[in-house]
């Protein structure tokens, strides 16, 4: 068990210094080579609609063929996105640029179950620990994926081509390392698993509210962290101040992960993702307050923190939703509903910043961040006094 949670946590290392590299790097491709700056993150929101539709058919192919196989899948695809999205930036092609995005997106869906890999050969004790170990590995890339997005910005005449290039190296390291997990293949049982019908697991409180605070959490990240490569060029800061602000963004979203696990068994999971709630909450305000790098780099520290405490706490809630024959359906679900907002925020976060301003953009992540801390606290009142009874 600690075996696989290791090798997984590296696996994550390794794909989320991939992605941070994207993220601090995609918004300024797509200002370079799109025909209009509203496209900009055209590409990213590509990226991620090709992960939410993608999430249920990864899941379903892993529950056939196990999780090694389909991680080592996944990874190959990542290696062919990286390739096409070089090329593309060296050739000046936007349109062949969001296609190496789409296959880099359908990467991302197979690589974003390592978490629920950790859970579902952990024991209740450990499940919460793991699942934040697992994220620890993103640590890593907060140091390494804004670092390789500035090594490798300018190694060719085409500005950025070698960054995505890097991930080539970064998914075929991952391949090997694959090879090494011991989980076991569970007993195929079709397309739509053992027991309960998903939509019934859906309708459930449980479900509702981890699914809730899972894509709340992730989506207004993702609207706020996407935004902000822009709204820094706008206020006149360099490359180098942004892959630092979203270098420690990402340390705001990791670093927890080494904590997270205990918080929950100590104060409970809804407690935490209501704190979640709240430090986002806080890191609006600070964005608010100001556009100095501090408002930035302190914005998005508590971003990434509520993000952290709002993501694993919805994760761990949701194996409270499911029996294990309903495992790859109900994650399937979870994840398809969490990356479809994040598609949906990652191409209006450029529309929004540029047609309404950075201020205009915190202001409507106001709204669903307040709507999840409400739910959080309404289900803890009625976990609590169903305890009572």
Known sequence: MRRNVLILATCQALAMTGTSMLITASALVGIMLAPSKTLATLPLAVQFVATTCSTIPASLFMAKVGRKMGFTFGQCIGMSGGAIA??????????????????????????????FAAADVATD????????????????????????????????????????????????????????????????????????????????????????????????????M??????????????????????????????????????????????????????????????????????????????????????????????EAYMPEERAKTQAAHDFMVFGLVAITAFASGVLHEKLGWAAVNLIAAVPVSAAFITAIWYSTRRASRTLS
């Open 86 to 115: 070089a090329y593309a930036i060296y050739i000046g092609s936007f349109s062949l640029f969001i296609g190496g995005c789409a296959l880099l997106g359908i990467h991302n869906a197979f690589w974003q179950y390592y978490r």
């Open 226 to 319: 996407t935004s902000t490569p822009l709204a820094m060029t706008f206020c006149g800061f360099q490359f180098n101040d942004t892959a630092t602000v979203i270098q420690w963004h990402i340390v705001g979203m990791f670093l927890p992960s080494f904590f997270t696990g205990h918080v929950i068994k100590r104060f409970g999971v809804v407690n935490v993702i209501a704190a979640g709630a709240l430090l986002q909450a806080a890191a609006i305000s600070v964005s608010l307050s100001g556009v100095e790098f501090t408002n930035f780099w302190g914005g998005l520290i508590a971003l990434g923190v509520g993000w952290n405490f709002m993501f694993i706490g919805g994760t761990t809630l949701l194996t």
């Open 125 to 224: 004790e450990f499940r919460a620990r793991a699942i934040s170990y697992v994220l620890a590995g993103g640590l890593v890339a907060a140091f390494f994926g804004p670092q390789m997005a500035k090594w490798t910005a300018y190694l060719s005449a085409a500005t950025f081509a070698v960054s995505f290039a890097s991930i080539i190296g970064l998914s075929f390291v991952a391949v090997i390392l694959l090879q090494f997990t011991r989980i076991p293949t569970p007993a195929y049982k079709g397309i739509g698993g053992g027991g309960r019908p998903v939509w019934e697991i859906m309708r459930t409180p449980t479900f509702m509210v981890a699914a809730m605070s899972s894509t709340i959490g992730y989506g207004v990240m993702n609207m706020l």
